[in-house]
C-alpha cells in the first residue's frame, strides 16, 4: 500500500523543481509541500490541493502537484495540466478588498481579457502574496462547472519564481444560484443591490438560525434618504437615479463582509447585521456619516444627501418576525425623521 501511494504522488507530481538546477531552499519547500498536499489529496477530503509554479524569465506557468481530481476533470497529466486548464477556463472572476471594512468587489474578466492580461495578474498575485479568484470551466464532456482558488504565493528570489501554493473547491452550486437570482430579477436593476425579496428571504434565517441558537443577535435597519422628494423637483429625475445608485455604492463600502445592505424600495434601503444593538448602532453610524461626508455631484450641480436610519436588534422582539422587526425599526425610522434627520434611532 504504501508502495502504492507513493507511485500515485509520482503520477500526481512533476520533477521540473526537484530535478531541476534550482535552490535548495526551494527544493525542500516544494518536496515538503508535495507531501503535505498528497497526504490530504489521499483523504479524499473536498477540496483538491495544487502547487503551481512560474518563472519571470520566460512567464510559464507549470503545476508541480495536483490533486488527482484536478487532472481527472481533464483526462491528463500533471504536465499537460497548464494548458488544458487554462484553455477551459471561460471567465476568471478577481475578487478586491478596497477597505478593511469596505467588504469585496467582483471583477470579471473573459477569456479574451484574460489572455491580455495573464502576466500582469501573475506580477500582481505574486506581490499580494495571495490569490483568490473563481474560475468558470468548461469540462471536455460540454458541461461547466466553477472552481474556487485560494493560495498563497511565495517568491524565490534567487531561483527568480513563484509558487502558488492552494486548492480549489467545487462552487458550482453557490454560482449557479448566484446568477439565477441575478436572471430572475431578485437584484435591483438601479442599485445593483440585493431586492426586498432577498430581505424577506434573509430575515427568515437569521430569525431561524436565532432560534436554533446558531447566532445570539442580529439587527435590522431601515434607512430613508432625507428629503428625497426635493432631489427630483429641484434637479430632475436622473439626478434622483444618480442619487439611489451613488448611495448604494457608499453604503456597500461601509459595511462589514457579513453584513447585508439591500434596497428595500423607492428611497428606502436595509440592512441586516450580525451582532447586538450596540453593532447594529455603529454600523448605522457609520453609514450616516460616510452619506453625509460624500460629495453627491451630478451634471456639476452639489446635491446634498443624508439618511436617516431606524433599527431593532432581534433580542429586543419577543418572538421576533419579520413583521415585527419591520414595525419597530419603521418606528424608530419615523422617530429620526421627527427628531431633525440626518440621525441613528435604535430606541424607544
Given at each position: 500500500?504504501?508502495?502504492?501511494?507513493?507511485?500515485?504522488?509520482?503520477?500526481?507530481?512533476?520533477?521540473?523543481?526537484?530535478?531541476?538546477?534550482?535552490?535548495?531552499?526551494?527544493?525542500?519547500?516544494?518536496?515538503?509541500?508535495?507531501?503535505?498536499f498528497?497526504?490530504?489529496?489521499?483523504?479524499?477530503?473536498?477540496?483538491?490541493?495544487?502547487?503551481?509554479?512560474?518563472?519571470?524569465?520566460?512567464?510559464?506557468?507549470?503545476?508541480?502537484?495536483?490533486?488527482?481530481?484536478?487532472?481527472?476533470?481533464f483526462?491528463?497529466?500533471v504536465?499537460?495540466?497548464?494548458?488544458?486548464?487554462?484553455?477551459?477556463?471561460?471567465?476568471?472572476?478577481?475578487?478586491?478588498?478596497?477597505?478593511?471594512?469596505?467588504?469585496?468587489q467582483?471583477?470579471?474578466?473573459?477569456?479574451?481579457?484574460?489572455?491580455?492580461?495573464?502576466?500582469?495578474?501573475?506580477?500582481?498575485?505574486?506581490?499580494?502574496?495571495?490569490?483568490?479568484?473563481?474560475?468558470?470551466?468548461?469540462?471536455?464532456?460540454?458541461?461547466?462547472?466553477?472552481?474556487?482558488?485560494?493560495?498563497?504565493?511565495?517568491?524565490?528570489?534567487?531561483?527568480?519564481?513563484?509558487?502558488?501554493?492552494?486548492?480549489?473547491?467545487?462552487?458550482?452550486?453557490?454560482?449557479?444560484?448566484?446568477?439565477?437570482?441575478?436572471?430572475?430579477g431578485?437584484?435591483?436593476?438601479?442599485?445593483?443591490?440585493?431586492?426586498?425579496?432577498?430581505?424577506?428571504?434573509?430575515?427568515?434565517?437569521?430569525?431561524?438560525?436565532?432560534?436554533?441558537g446558531?447566532?445570539?443577535?442580529?439587527?435590522?435597519?431601515?434607512?430613508?434618504?432625507?428629503?428625497?422628494?426635493?432631489?427630483?423637483?429641484?434637479?430632475?429625475?436622473?439626478?434622483?437615479?444618480?442619487?439611489?445608485a451613488?448611495?448604494?455604492?457608499?453604503?456597500?463600502?461601509?459595511?462589514?463582509?457579513?453584513?447585508?445592505?439591500?434596497?428595500?424600495?423607492?428611497?428606502?434601503?436595509?440592512?441586516?447585521?450580525?451582532?447586538?444593538?450596540?453593532?447594529?448602532?455603529?454600523?448605522?453610524?457609520?453609514?450616516?456619516?460616510?452619506v453625509?461626508?460624500?460629495?453627491?455631484?451630478?451634471?456639476?450641480?452639489k446635491?446634498?444627501?443624508?439618511?436617516?436610519?431606524?433599527?431593532?436588534?432581534?433580542s429586543?422582539?419577543?418572538?421576533?418576525?419579520?413583521?415585527?422587526?419591520?414595525?419597530?425599526?419603521?418606528?424608530?425610522?419615523?422617530?429620526?425623521?421627527?427628531?431633525?434627520?440626518?440621525?441613528?434611532?435604535?430606541?424607544?
Amino acid at each position: 500500500m504504501a508502495q502504492q501511494n507513493r507511485d500515485a504522488t509520482k503520477s500526481q507530481a512533476s520533477s521540473r523543481i526537484l530535478e531541476g538546477e534550482y535552490s535548495q531552499a526551494l527544493k525542500k519547500r516544494v518536496a515538503e509541500v508535495i507531501a503535505a498536499f498528497a497526504g490530504f489529496d489521499h483523504t479524499r477530503a473536498p477540496g483538491i490541493p495544487y502547487i503551481s509554479a512560474w518563472s519571470r524569465n520566460d512567464n510559464i506557468i507549470w503545476y508541480e502537484f495536483a490533486g488527482r481530481e484536478f487532472t481527472g476533470l481533464f483526462n491528463c497529466g500533471v504536465e499537460e495540466l497548464a494548458g488544458a486548464f487554462r484553455t477551459a477556463v471561460v471567465d476568471h472572476r478577481v475578487f478586491h478588498s478596497t477597505e478593511v471594512e469596505a467588504g469585496i468587489q467582483e471583477t470579471v474578466l473573459t477569456r479574451q481579457e484574460l489572455a491580455s492580461i495573464r502576466s500582469g495578474l501573475r506580477a500582481e498575485v505574486a506581490q499580494s502574496g495571495m490569490v483568490e479568484a473563481v474560475y468558470r470551466v468548461a469540462l471536455p464532456g460540454g458541461s461547466h462547472i466553477w472552481l474556487k482558488d485560494r493560495a498563497r504565493v511565495e517568491t524565490y528570489e534567487e531561483d527568480a519564481l513563484s509558487l502558488s501554493l492552494g486548492y480549489l473547491t467545487d462552487v458550482t452550486n453557490e454560482m449557479v444560484h448566484k446568477d439565477l437570482l441575478e436572471k430572475i430579477g431578485y437584484f435591483d436593476h438601479l442599485t445593483n443591490l440585493p431586492n426586498r425579496m432577498i430581505m424577506e428571504r434573509s430575515l427568515e434565517l437569521k430569525i431561524a438560525e436565532l432560534s436554533r441558537g446558531h447566532i445570539r443577535d442580529f439587527t435590522f435597519l431601515i434607512m430613508d434618504l432625507d428629503k428625497f422628494k426635493n432631489v427630483n423637483d429641484t434637479y430632475g429625475h436622473q439626478a434622483g437615479d444618480y442619487v439611489l445608485a451613488a448611495t448604494a455604492e457608499v453604503m456597500t463600502m461601509g459595511k462589514r463582509r457579513e453584513d447585508e445592505i439591500g434596497r428595500f424600495g423607492g428611497e428606502e434601503f436595509y440592512g441586516i447585521a450580525l451582532g447586538g444593538i450596540e453593532i447594529g448602532r455603529d454600523f448605522a453610524e457609520r453609514l450616516r456619516q460616510r452619506v453625509e461626508a460624500t460629495p453627491f455631484v451630478f451634471d456639476l450641480q452639489k446635491i446634498d444627501v443624508t439618511v436617516s436610519i431606524g433599527l431593532v436588534a432581534a433580542s429586543e422582539v419577543e418572538k421576533p418576525t419579520m413583521e415585527k422587526l419591520l414595525a419597530r425599526a419603521d418606528k424608530r425610522l419615523y422617530r429620526a425623521k421627527e427628531g431633525g434627520r440626518n440621525r441613528v434611532v435604535w430606541e424607544d
